[in-house]
């Protein structure tokens, strides 16, 4: 079935819809597993997509969320805002509200955002804000306007979250090196999984970890990483083993600084739309024991996101 976007909003051409009735994980998330990496989109009437965003996606709501959270049996999520809505965060802040208790947010904020807003989103749920790197996604942001907001942000006790690809991480070294709070990074830094996951490209985004304790790391997103597959299609038990190697190191390495996320609904993926059911069933590949899984997917986002329940 093909989704649709609602409001005055055509999908970008060639868009990819999120799945329909995933597949039941046949790995059981440990009880209090949370989902700390998803989005959701509009819906666009309700919410209208960013005039300066890169991508107009098909409408994936709050209400969809939740069904899918209850479905593969998470019980909370973190929801991280899109690109698509820019520094608008009212879709993100309506659905972590409407979530009772069962949603944090990460917001997008510009210099302009004021202390009463910071404050608004804090009792909303938000407990970070995230700086976005990748250049087909988001217009360049000055880095002493990041600064700014990181030190904004420090002051709630929040978390910055960066998104950049492996290549810009040798320039972004010193900033991110500078950020005053927990550094958490979506998608391992998104490595070239082509690469030897002990050649040097991977191994400075082992050393950005080893080297600053406060830097942790999202070991999702094998649909955007793996080049040979194969894909969470169909019942596949063994998806994406490409990326494997590499997320498996992090979550060896730093155990304690790991989260996962199914990144549902999956902005921009042009090869195939994964069933996020199968999604689930990749996690025991990268974290092989039920200590590192609970880590994973229960204590290290419940100390980053709820640690007032520690
Ligand atoms: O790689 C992407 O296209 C992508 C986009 C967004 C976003 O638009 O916010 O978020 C993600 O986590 C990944």
Redo the contacts with the bound molecule.
């Keep these: 079935m093909s989704r649709t976007t609602s409001g005055d909003f055509q999908k970008t051409s060639g868009w990819l819809d999120w799945f329909d009735g995933p597949a039941k994980p046949r790995f059981q998330l440990p009880a209090g597993a949370v989902d700390a990496?998803c989005?959701v989109f509009g819906p666009g009437a309700e919410f209208p997509y960013a005039p300066e965003r890169k991508?107009t996606p098909c409408d994936a709501s709050k209400a969809q969320l939740f069904a899918l959270r209850d479905h593969l049996g998470f019980a909370r999520n973190v929801i991280?805002?899109?690109?698509?809505h820019g520094a608008d965060n009212r879709a993100m802040l309506d659905a972590c509200v409407a979530s009772g208790g069962k949603a944090r947010g990460v917001a997008t904020v510009r210099r302009s955002v004021t202390d009463a807003e910071l404050l608004a989103m804090h009792a909303a749920g938000v407990r970070g804000v995230r700086f976005?790197f990748?250049k087909?996604?988001v217009d360049f942001t000055p880095k002493d306007e990041l600064m700014e907001i990181a030190g904004r942000i420090a002051q709630l006790g929040w978390h910055v979250v960066i998104?950049f690809e492996a290549v810009d991480l040798p320039e972004l070294w010193d900033f991110f090196t500078a950020l005053p709070t927990t550094v958490v990074v979506?998608?391992m830094g998104r490595p070239d999984v082509s690469k030897p996951v002990d050649g040097p490209e991977f191994e400075l985004f082992l050393r950005f970890m080893r080297e600053h304790s406060n830097v942790w790391s999202k070991v999702s997103?094998p649909e955007?990483l793996s080049v040979t597959g194969p894909k969470a299609l169909e019942g596949e038990q063994a998806a994406y083993r490409d990326v494997v190697p590499f997320a498996q190191r992090v979550v060896q390495a730093f155990p304690d600084r790991v989260l996962w996320g199914t990144?549902w609904p999956h902005?921009?993926l042009k090869d195939h739309m994964p069933d996020d059911g199968l999604l689930v069933d990749f996690i025991p590949h990268i974290a092989p024991t039920a200590e590192l899984q609970h880590k994973l997917l229960v204590a290290n986002p419940m100390r980053l996101y709820w640690p007032e329940e520690q």
């Design positions: 990496h989005h991508y991280v805002q899109a690109t698509c976005n990748v087909r996604l998104y979506d998608h997103c955007r990144d902005p921009n």
